[in-house]
């Protein structure tokens, strides 16, 4: 997607169920989520040092939410930059694609969790932040 903007993803309030013993967040294929996941992972055991992203998917559209303590997030369109902080499990972060993303500051116990439009594929990543940017002219 070459003409998406960071402007284009948004931080979405996720349902809650509240109860004195605890809350539950569901999500929805569909419902809750404007794709259909086609994958979930989720990175654990991040080094609070540690990069992690740092390239731009060219359709993969995502949900990211940090189920587990905190990291941040900051977007890239070629033009813009935003930085979010995750750090609720009733709220995500939609991407759209063609986003160069990069996640760091991740905190002890820290869990990025993401819902994921298609499956694994190398050949929708861009890796090379040179390519990008030639992606997005
Ligand atoms: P990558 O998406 O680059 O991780 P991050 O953006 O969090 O730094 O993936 C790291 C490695 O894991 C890469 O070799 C591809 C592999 N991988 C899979 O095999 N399946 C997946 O669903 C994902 C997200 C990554």
Not at 48 to 74: M, P
Not at 100 to 114: A, K, T
Request: hydrophobic share 35%.
């Amino acid at each position: 997607m070459r003409i998406s903007r960071v402007k284009d993803c948004r931080i979405v309030d996720l349902p809650i169920v509240q109860t004195e013993s605890g809350s539950i967040t569901s999500l929805n294929n569909s419902i809750d989520i404007p794709f259909n996941i086609k994958r979930v992972y989720y990175l654990y055991d991040v080094p609070n040092q540690a990069d992690r992203g740092a390239h731009a998917h060219k359709e993969l559209q995502q949900l990211i939410v940090a189920v587990s303590g905190s990291f941040t997030i900051t977007l890239f369109d070629g033009f813009e930059n935003m930085t979010f902080i995750l750090n609720q499990p009733n709220q995500g972060l939609l991407l759209v694609p063609g986003i160069w993303r990069e996640l760091n500051g991740f905190s002890g116990g820290g869990i990025c969790l993401v819902l994921a439009s298609h499956e694994y594929q190398e050949s929708d990543y861009i890796r090379d932040y040179h390519d990008y940017l030639e992606f997005k002219k």
